[in-house]
């Protein structure tokens, strides 16, 4: 694997890291970071292990990004959410709608490498606004499509490069 790969796949890990921080501080009220590791040095958030420099990285980037601050009480690190912090947590799938059909919402796109960074913002997009990820660029929802997301499509030039289908999930295979 080459450097720039390493460098994207760590980049999601802190992403995903830094969501499942923001919301243990929520339900927690404050972190301190003795609580979520093993005795191995990785962390233990919702079946997630990962490196405790991912760990770091991603609570840098949510102090950088305002979400929480840092404080110190005694030789311990202390987090909390800041307003911004807890109004990213709170508002995530407010504007969402979701299916009541029973299908899902299926969204697949194959954007050329010269498009790298509008690739990235619809990853960031979709999983901001309630999206799973199934396959690196197959993302899957109980929500409706917004307007928002085909306004963004279009503003990014990469609609032709997305398919967006409906489908029922069959579980009993």
């Known amino acids: 694997m080459n450097k720039r790969k390493i460098k994207q796949n760590l980049k999601r ?13 929520k339900d927690v ?6 609580i979520v590791f093993t005795p191995y040095g990785h962390l ?12 770091y990285s991603a609570l ?20 909390t959410l800041t307003p ?5 947590v709170n508002t995530k ?11 899902s919402t299926v969204v697949l796109f194959d954007v050329p490498e010269e498009k790298s960074r509008h690739r990235t913002i619809l990853r960031r997009y979709l999983i901001r606004n309630g999206y799973v990820l199934l396959q690196e660029s197959v993302f899957i929802s109980p929500y409706k499509i917004t307007v928002e ?25």
């Open 84 to 88: 911004a912090g807890i109004k990213k």
């Open 149 to 173: 997301l085909r306004d963004l499509l279009q503003q990014l030039g990469i609609r032709s490069y997305v398919t967006i289908l409906s489908a029922k999930i069959d579980y009993s295979n």
């Open 44 to 55: 233990s958030i919702s079946s997630m292990n990962v490196p405790r420099a991912t760990y």
């Open 13 to 25: 890990a802190a992403g995903r890291v830094g969501e499942e921080l923001l919301l243990l501080i």
């Open 29 to 34: 009220g404050e972190l301190i970071d003795t």
């Open 60 to 79: 840098r980037g949510l102090e950088k990004r305002g979400f929480i601050q840092k404080k110190k009480k005694g030789r311990k690190n202390v987090y």
């Open 93 to 103: 799938y407010e504007d969402l709608i979701r299916r009541d059909d029973g299908l």
